[in-house]
């Protein structure tokens, strides 16, 4: 049986609108086992975002804890949490969210600035990561000069080039059409399977959700329903 | 040095607005080196002025003459070691844009008092010997182009001669040096002999414009100028005396309080500066609020997207005045004809840069800490 990489115990998440309390999360209990691709579903509202926000660590729960590793990340300041992050958590958006003044490369290669390795390493390691998305003969071009499948994928590189533990994917496939999103979505499966990365996958769809090892089911904030496949 | 692509990509995001903001720093920096250097070609004087010599004018203003009567009590006085005088001419060399300094002085004693402007023997010899004769700086003999043994015509603005005609004329025997390189520029003015002036002027006769005295030591300084002033106490011509750089400072202010306006220029185009590339630097944070959000999801702390926006703001400021003090070292150049001792030397450097990073702190401020202060989650869903 798999570790369990992922812990969270009875997590709330409110947010304060006026005077108004609204609860996005309810008392949410979840194991997440080393190497699992997890596919969160629900409709809008549901707290799946939010609560993959919690497991990346870009927000805190309002009560409950969340342990990653072994390591508690719901206690930890801005700064440690930042520092997490960079160290264990690649990030993949629904628009890509790549800066478009810099070329694929120099996308890829930024969570490599936040480390203390050389120019040639990180120039190597970008590299590697352009390769594993199929994308090398691209490291030159902007954004703007890439389709939409190439920059998730390129989106995709920079989450993996860290070696990160584990990849937090919001919608990643929402933006492209099926052709490609299938591409999309088979690197990620890839990416779980032969490279074992752990992964959490927003989507609203339920064609990418085949892709993931188990599908959990959100409304209200709460965990309605697990399903596992092959 | 790793960040400098992600600075410089992001500085050229919007290539017009970036250009426009830099080319409004430019030229206040053009401005900042030139007002700079027009600072440091007058206060060249006050800064070289002899520790060792005293002024001697009239209590009230140096515009007051004195009576020549008072050279042999001056040398009387105990401490002093040498005197000379000088008087202001005015007077303009062809037309009204070439003004320069003249003075009629004392041929045997000037040059005792002032060792930092070097003539030659021969030179100083046919000045004491030729009533008429002149001297003029070497930077003015370039400028017009002038030869030993021209006649020079300067019209006089404040002294006419006898008959009324204001046209006088002399001849050129000396071209003076600055003796120290740090003064070059310092020796533009001319000299001629107090003698023909007292002879020849219709009027004020046996007047100077002041004393210039030399102590035999800096340190009694002091006392030697304050009993010079007790021996004219209560007679028709009182005098004051002072150090030489208190004297050229205070007749630097003739032309108007020089720090004080050049101050104000540059206060005034840094104000409209801050508004200008502050309103940049805010606009170019807002519109890549996504992106900081992406960087900060990526690892970098708050402290760090703070240090990239200062940092950008600090290369946009930097790069425009490095050019706009380069571009007013090109123009100090050409100017310098006009106005000797302008010069964009090393404190004007260090000046600008200074006030460069001082204007990236201020521009680059608010919007950092904006960047400092974005909640991941929001920014990403748009809020």
């Known amino acids: ?230 | 040095m790793k960040f400098f692509p992600l600075l410089w990509a992001t500085l050229w995001r919007r290539k017009p607005r970036t250009i426009f903001t830099m080319l409004s720093i430019v030229v206040a920096f053009l401005l900042f080196g030139l007002l700079q250097a027009v600072n440091v070609a007058f206060s060249q004087g006050v800064e070289m002025s002899g520790a060792d010599r005293l002024i001697t004018h009239g209590k009230y203003s140096f515009t007051e003459i004195l009576p020549y009567g008072h050279y042999q009590q001056i040398r009387s006085v105990p401490g002093v070691d040498k005197v000379s005088h000088a008087t202001w001419f005015g007077g303009r060399y062809q037309s009204e844009a070439n003004f320069f300094p003249i003075m009629p002085i004392d041929q045997d004693t000037y040059y005792d008092v002032y060792p930092e402007f070097v003539v030659a023997d021969d030179q100083v010899a046919a000045f004491k010997r030729e009533r008429t004769s002149c001297i003029v700086g070497r930077g003015l003999m370039e400028k017009f182009g002038w030869k030993i043994g021209d006649t020079i015509p300067i019209q006089a603005t404040i002294w006419p001669k006898k008959g009324g005609s204001n046209a006088w004329e002399f001849q050129l025997v000396g071209v003076m040096d600055a003796r120290d390189e740090t003064m070059k520029g310092q020796e533009n003015f001319m000299v001629f002999r107090w003698d023909y002036f007292d002879e020849a002027r219709a009027f004020g006769q046996g007047t100077v414009g002041w004393y210039n005295v030399k102590v035999a030591n800096p340190a009694d300084a002091e006392t030697v100028g304050r009993s010079i002033d007790k021996l004219f106490a209560n007679s028709p011509k009182e005098t004051l005396t002072e150090t030489d750089k208190a004297f050229n400072a205070a007749f630097l202010k003739q032309f108007g309080d020089i720090q004080f306006l050049i101050a104000s220029i540059i206060g005034a185009s840094f104000f409209s500066l801050i508004i200008i590339t502050g309103n940049t630097m805010m606009q170019s944070v807002r519109e890549r609020v996504p992106e900081l959000a992406v960087l900060k999801t990526i690892g970098f702390r708050d402290g760090g997207v703070l240090a990239l926006v200062l940092a950008e703001s600090a290369l946009l400021c930097l790069i425009a005045a490095v050019i706009g003090v380069l571009l007013s070292t090109f123009a100090s150049g050409f100017l310098k004809p006009f106005l000797p001792g302008l010069e964009v030397n090393a404190n004007v450097w260090m000046l600008a840069l200074g006030a460069a990073l001082g204007l990236a702190l201020l521009v680059g401020a608010i919007p950092s800490l904006r960047a400092m202060r974005l909640n991941i989650v929001n920014a990403l869903s748009g809020h």
């Open chain 1, 1 to 230: 049986m798999a570790e369990t990489l992922i812990a969270l115990d009875r997590i709330s998440k409110h947010y304060v609108r006026g005077k108004e309390k609204i609860e996005v999360l309810h008392e949410l209990s979840l194991g997440i086992e080393q190497g699992d691709f997890l596919a969160l579903m629900g409709p809008s509202g549901s707290g799946k975002t939010t609560l993959l926000n919690l497991i990346g660590g870009l927000d805190q729960p309002s009560a409950g804890t969340i342990t990653v590793s072994g390591q508690r990340i719901d206690t930890l300041s801005g700064g440690r949490l930042a520092q997490w992050r960079a160290r264990n958590v690649g990030f993949v958006f629904q628009f890509y969210n790549l800066l478009p003044v810099l070329t694929a490369a120099q996308n890829v290669e930024l969570p490599l600035l936040l480390t203390n390795l050389s120019k040639s390493e990180r120039a190597r390691r970008v590299q590697i990561a352009l390769t594993v998305v199929g994308l090398e003969d691209r490291a030159k071009h902007k954004p703007s000069e890439l389709s939409g499948g190439q920059a998730q994928r390129v989106a995709i590189a920079r989450a993996l080039v860290a070696d990160p533990t584990l990849l937090v994917c919001d919608e990643p496939t929402g933006d492209l059409d099926r052709k490609t999103a299938d591409e999309v979505l088979g690197l990620l499966q890839t990416l779980n399977r032969e490279h074992g990365k752990t992964l959490i996958m927003v989507t609203h769809d339920p064609r990418a959700a085949e892709y993931a090892r188990h599908q959990l089911h959100m409304d209200k904030g709460r965990l309605i329903e697990a399903g596992a496949q092959a």
